[in-house]
């Protein structure tokens, strides 16, 4: 199971948070990534992670701004997103992949959290 929160309202240039705790399997050894989502357009890759938090991949968009980190302590991964623009307004999605092999695409992933709201106003 997995729990996204954090989401909210923050101006342009501003920063957010994600949260993304997971719970009821080893998800601590899966590759974790967060995904977004606008209306009438297809979900899109924003970032992953590998199972110790040391590689970590991102969309060209969010490179530089955003970043992936994990703490399995807390089985807890987290996306500090800064710098923040009108496009990066999205529902955001946290999953699980299931494997250890990082992959950027939906099909590859498992297990999805509820998704959490993100607006940047300009």
């Known amino acids: 199971q997995l729990q996204a929160s954090g989401g909210g309202l923050v101006q342009a240039g501003g920063s957010l948070r994600l949260s993304c705790a997971y719970s009821g399997r080893t998800f601590s050894s899966y590759v974790m990534g967060w995904f977004r989502q606008v209306p009438g357009k297809e979900r899109e890759f924003v970032a992953a992670s590998n199972w110790n938090g040391l590689s970590t991949y991102y969309a060209d968009s969010v490179k530089g701004r955003f970043t992936i980190s994990r703490d399995n302590a807390k089985n807890t991964v987290y996306l500090q997103m800064n710098s923040l623009k009108p496009e990066d307004t999205a529902v955001y999605y946290c999953?699980?992949?299931?494997?250890?092999?990082?992959?950027?695409?939906?099909?590859?992933?498992?297990?999805w959290g509820q998704g959490t709201q993100v607006t940047v106003s300009s």
């Open positions: 999953a699980a992949s299931g494997s250890t092999v990082v992959y950027t695409t939906t099909a590859r992933y498992r297990y």
